[in-house]
């Protein structure tokens, strides 16, 4: 987790704004937060990385494992109600759904798939919550995060929040 020093931290409002003397465009360091990690949780960090440099990102996931509603509906004869070849990432595209539409477990493990072969899990904190985000006068988003295991809270922050976390919240 990101820890910094009174001095060194940005959300740290005590101390004065610095102007930088650098040219105008030039590329700074941002921390990117996302919350969740279902269908689109997975999706921003694979767009990130095709997208972005000189960046940290990290997705906070409040389940013990990643596919958002696909991981919490568990109802019997739970499916998707559009056609499963429409459901599933243009950049890893799924020719073996067993049915016209998928099904929760199915489409779980697809993203369970994805996740495990592009190597997304390294950027996933699961079992972690985002209880609260503060915006601060310095433009920083001030969050604090329960580890769920232990139920500990620690802060966090970050330039860009994300809101991946779909309706179950």
């Known amino acids: 987790m ?3 020093t009174a001095e060194g931290d940005p959300t740290n409002t005590n101390t004065p704004h610095e102007i930088l003397e650098q040219p105008l465009g030039s590329v700074r360091h941002v921390r990117i937060v996302t919350i969740g990690a279902g269908a689109s949780g997975l ?9 972005l440099t000189n960046y940290s990102h990290t997705v906070y996931e409040k389940n013990p494992k990643i596919g958002g509603t ?3 509906n568990r109802y019997p004869g739970c499916k998707c109600d559009i056609p499963a070849h429409n459901y599933q990432y243009s950049w890893e595209p799924n020719p073996g759904w067993s049915s016209f539409f998928g099904s929760a477990e199915e489409i779980e493990a697809y993203f369970c798939r994805v996740c495990e072969e592009e190597g997304l899990g390294r950027e996933i904190r699961t079992g972690h919550r985002v209880v609260e985000a503060r915006w601060n006068e310095k433009g920083i988003w ?9 139920g500990k809270v620690f802060e966090d922050y970050c330039h860009f929040l994300l809101d991946a976390s779909g309706i179950l919240k």
């Not at 001030?142 to 232990?150: A, G, I, R, T, Y």
């Open 2 to 4: 990101v820890e910094a």
């Open 43 to 51: 999706n921003m960090i694979r767009t990130l990385r095709n997208s």
């Open 70 to 72: 696909w991981y919490e």
């Open 142 to 150: 001030e969050l604090k995060v329960e580890d769920l295991s232990s």
